[in-house]
């Protein structure tokens, strides 16, 4: 995983690995 990584899911596009990996999960595990 990038230090970078574009979110399409996301309503800000993209961000911090963190905080996409966060959305990610909850989004998966929701």
Do not use: C, H
């Amino acid at each position: 995983m990038g230090l970078y990584q574009v979110d399409e899911t996301s309503q800000y596009g993209g961000g911090p690995t963190r905080d996409v990996f966060v959305r990610s999960v909850t989004i998966e595990a929701g």
